[in-house]
């Protein structure tokens, strides 16, 4: 099957504006060029001849033959026999289809690569011209030592204002930006956390995190995190038991079982939080992923305990090339947080800063995108599973990035092998229980894949399945990073 050809009907009013640019054919070729590079007309697709365009926008076939000729010579176009002309992006990048690999994969595995260890998104329409915004703006910076420990104020502002909307009075003072919500997690640890202390953990979890307290040299504690949501009163018990100076929670589309914590469980966790004089982190990376935008989210939990010390980051909403996250803080806690994060870094990237400037400007539309492509990739996963795997358990999330899929039998290890050679790369159960187990469990992500790549992964999946049941897998497998 031959490259999809972008309809001309489709084009004409993404290029049209761009034709007032002088020369009109480089106008025209920026303006294609732009939507390459954000995703908007995918790579590999075949654009329409020039004659086709020339004559859809009104303008000499010259025009468009320069173009095209420009886009080629900067290797955003590429021209195929019997294809036409394919959009490519410059450089040898590798296959769509092999996710965000964050590890090296074993030279056995054989076809295509699918990588479903990694619950992050590819970055969304809008993130180069959010790029291009930011450079026009960083010469006004260059004059400083570009270190700014707490972040730059028009994003702590931004930010500020966000956790105002969703019910958390805050300003700028009481945000620091960091490199990323695992950043943020590190200096939260430095500063709160001393040797020894222990830190309760939900069961699962997710895994840098409890590999983040032991490099604190604090202990995780696991609460077990209940099916049907969190339970006050059992994590009262495990809070008094074990006295630990913190409690690490992710109460917005909890990763990896997708789970929400409602308003009224909030109330009762503040409650219990503050009654055991337990400092609470919060990651709040997902908060932004609700699947049904009508859907009515909670306040943050700091709005119901004081003593919370919560985390952001641009990388699931917006894009993990970013390496953007934040903390929001009581200001008695601003200073030994900032004091921790001298001992880190100095400081974010000061572009990616104004790039997350400008993303959260349009915060609306680019969630908008990143819904449509997250729903359409679980619904795809969803009906996979329940075609061709109907004996595994699963609850749908209202948010989030991933299935939490309980498996008849506890091998989700040999399971993970056995992908593993179809060129099919999981996460094992056990990887996100604080101290193991969980074998009967694994975390399948919906990262807005194309229905035929989900399709394609559940075909290996469940022939890996068969396998695993079978008893024939053999051998051993390196532990996968997770995102």
Not at 44 to 58: C, I, N, Q, V
Not at 214 to 232: E, Q, T
Not at 468 to 482: D, E, K, M, W, Y
Request: some cysteine; charged content about 20%.
């Amino acid at each position: 099957m031959g490259p999809r050809t972008v309809p001309v009907r489709r084009l004409v009013p993404l290029l049209r504006p761009a034709l007032a640019t002088s020369p009109a054919y480089r106008g025209l070729a920026d303006a294609v060029r732009l939507l390459v590079a954000d995703g908007r007309v995918p790579v590999g697709s075949r654009l329409p001849s020039e004659r086709e365009l020339a004559t859809a926008l009104d303008v000499s076939r010259t025009t468009v033959t320069r173009a095209y000729a420009e886009l080629r010579d900067r290797g955003y176009l590429t021209s195929r026999q019997g294809s036409g002309s394919v959009t490519a992006l410059p450089g040898d990048l590798p296959d769509t289809r092999q996710g965000t690999a964050l590890h090296p994969h074993d030279e056995q595995t054989t076809g295509d690569l699918i990588d479903l260890t990694c619950a992050s998104m590819s970055a969304p329409p809008g993130t180069v011209a959010a790029y291009e915004a930011a450079v026009a703006e960083l010469p006004r910076y260059l004059a400083g030592t570009g270190y700014h420990p707490l972040g730059l104020a028009r994003l702590r502002e931004a930010i500020a204002e966000r956790y105002t909307e969703r019910g958390l009075a805050t300003t700028a003072d009481q945000v620091i930006v960091t490199s990323g919500a695992l950043s943020g997690l590190a200096l939260a640890c430095r500063a709160l956390l001393a040797p020894g202390d222990r830190v309760v953990l939900e069961n699962p979890t997710y895994p840098n995190a409890v590999e983040a307290v032991r490099r604190a040299g604090a202990r995780p504690v696991a609460h077990p995190l209940d099916p049907g949501g969190w339970d006050a009163p059992a994590l009262d018990a495990t809070l008094r038991q074990t006295a630990p100076r913190a409690a690490y929670l992710i109460p917005d589309f909890h990763n990896p079982t997708g789970a929400l914590m409602d308003d009224a469980e909030r109330a009762a966790v503040g409650a219990t939080l503050s009654g055991t004089h337990t400092v609470a982190i919060v990651d709040e990376t997902l908060a932004e992923l609700a699947h049904d935008p009508t859907l009515s989210m909670p306040r943050p939990l700091a709005a119901h305990h004081g003593r919370t010390v919560s985390l952001g980051s641009a990388s699931k909403s917006f894009w993990g090339g970013l390496r953007i996250g934040w903390v929001r803080a009581p200001r008695d806690l601003v200073a030994p947080l900032l004091s921790a994060r001298l001992t880190l870094d100095l400081g974010a990237p000061v572009l990616e800063q104004l790039v997350l400037v400008h993303l959260l400007a349009h915060r609306e539309e680019v969630l908008a995108h990143r819904r449509d492509a997250v729903v359409r990739s679980r619904d795809a996963l969803v009906a996979g599973l329940r075609e061709r795997l109907p004996q595994w358990r699963f609850r749908v999330p209202e948010g989030g990035l991933c299935l939490w899929v309980e498996l008849p039998e506890a091998v989700s290890t040999p399971l993970c092998v056995a992908a593993d050679r179809r060129g099919l790369v999981l996460a094992p159960g056990s990887q996100f229980g604080v101290d193991g187990g969980l074998d009967r469990f694994l975390r399948l992500p919906f990262t807005g894949h194309a229905p035929e790549v989900v399709a394609d992964a559940v075909d290996r999946l469940a022939a890996a399945w068969d396998e695993a049941t079978s008893g024939r897998v053999g051998g051993t497998r390196r532990p996968p990073l997770v995102a």
